[in-house]
């Protein structure tokens, strides 16, 4: 029951793009920032990008982060097989007073 | 270094209750809340709810009201989440996180997870 919907899955060559996208609405993305995190199996999420477009310290400018009314993307460039995780978008929503996440996407390298 | 070390590994029959633990250390514990996400199996991230380090204030995602309740003990910077009312679909891994204070869906730090087992 998440209230930010991405796509289950997206796929690259190594070295290529990828951009992942997290649609909302008025109550959440629309009004709030957007954090996503990078989550490898067996491992604590990692914050990779924050207030929409910030990187923290350490993270590289492959990962990129923006917003637009109610929909954000994340885009990964120079794909590396280590990259290979599932990927979730995350903000404030205000009508239900909770945080919410993407429904979380798998990003594979062919 | 900020770090957030969780209680091990639990299995537990359905209608019992779990208590997890978050112990941090590396920042002032009250200066921030701490947030309980899980993941269960195939599932993605859910948010259960916060609390507030300095004053004890909660907020619950609706799912779970009635049903968890989150504290801490700053004596020992210690952060606790206790869910009743086992059922089979709360085998997760537990995660508390450290909200920024300025974004309350910004977790910069994790703890390393905590897998809670129901079955009978």
């Known amino acids: 029951q998440s209230v930010l919907t991405q796509p289950p899955s997206v796929s690259a060559a190594p070295g290529r793009k990828v951009t992942i996208s997290c649609s909302g609405s008025s109550s959440n993305i629309g009004n709030n920032f957007v954090s996503w995190y990078q989550h490898l199996p067996g491992t604590a999420p990692k914050l990779l990008i924050y207030d929409n477009s910030k990187r923290p310290s350490g993270i590289p400018d492959r990962f990129s982060g923006s917003k637009s009314g109610t929909s954000a993307t994340l885009g990964i460039t120079g794909l590396q097989t280590g990259d290979e995780a599932d990927y979730y978008c995350g903000t404030w929503d205000s009508s239900l007073s909770a945080v919410g996440f993407g429904t979380g996407t798998k990003v594979t390298v062919l | 270094q900020v770090q957030l070390v969780q209680s091990g590994a639990e299995v537990k029959k359905p209608g019992a209750s779990v208590k997890v633990s978050c112990k941090a250390s590396g920042y002032t514990f009250t200066n921030y809340g701490v947030t309980w996400v899980r993941q269960a199996p195939g599932q993605g991230l859910e948010w259960m709810g916060w609390i507030s380090a300095y004053n004890g204030n909660t907020n619950y995602a609706q799912k779970f009201q009635g049903r968890v309740t989150m504290t801490t003990d700053t004596s020992t910077s210690t952060a606790y989440m206790e869910l009743r009312s086992l059922r089979s679909d709360d085998t997760a891994v537990y995660y508390c996180?450290?909200?920024?204070?300025?974004?309350?869906?910004?977790?910069?730090?994790w703890g390393q997870g905590t897998l809670v087992t129901v079955s009978s």
């Open positions: 996180a450290r909200p920024s204070v300025a974004d309350r869906s910004r977790f910069d730090y």
